[in-house]
């Protein structure tokens, strides 16, 4: 199994955030529940760090699901679509160089389409996901 290598800020994020959390754990008494600094600095390795919830739960010794709901709770992109009979399509101009891009979409049937590039992104895509979303050209 290959282990994630982490980088040196990752790193010195998580020990810093670790070190909290041991800290708090001598220091409280009896099962008192994980105060919001805490939560707040565990969530901010996921968002700022881009750690993934496993490494950030099995590293603090958190519960797992409660760690995703606390990330979901906080995150500045909602994770769950909002039901909108309105969907629209949004054109955001594709990047002059990029190295691998992949492109996911959902229309309002619940039919979803993904397209993966290597290299620079094809303009007719932009076509192809208004037409998948909208359902005409």
């Not at 994630?4 to 990752?10: R, W, Y």
């Not at 008192?32 to 760090?49: D, G, Q, R």
């Not at 496993?54 to 909602?78: C, F, G, M, Q, Y």
Request: glycine fraction near 4%.
């Amino acid at each position: 199994m290959n282990k994630i290598k982490l980088t040196s800020a990752q790193c010195a994020a998580l020990e810093d955030v670790k070190q909290n959390f041991a800290t708090w754990r001598k220091t409280k008494s009896g099962r008192a529940p994980i105060p919001a600094s805490l939560w707040s600095a565990a969530v901010h390795l996921f968002h700022s760090f881009g750690l993934s919830v496993n490494i950030i739960a099995r590293s603090l010794r958190l519960n797992h699901a409660t760690l995703k709901i606390r990330i979901s709770e906080n995150s500045p992109v909602a994770i769950n679509p909002v039901e909108n009979d309105s969907a629209t399509f949004i054109e955001i101009e594709p990047p002059q160089v990029c190295s691998d891009c992949v492109i996911e979409m959902e229309n309002q049937s619940g039919v979803k389409m993904r397209m993966c590039f290597t290299g620079r992104v094809d303009p007719a895509a932009i076509d192809l996901g208004r037409y998948f979303i909208e359902g005409h050209p």
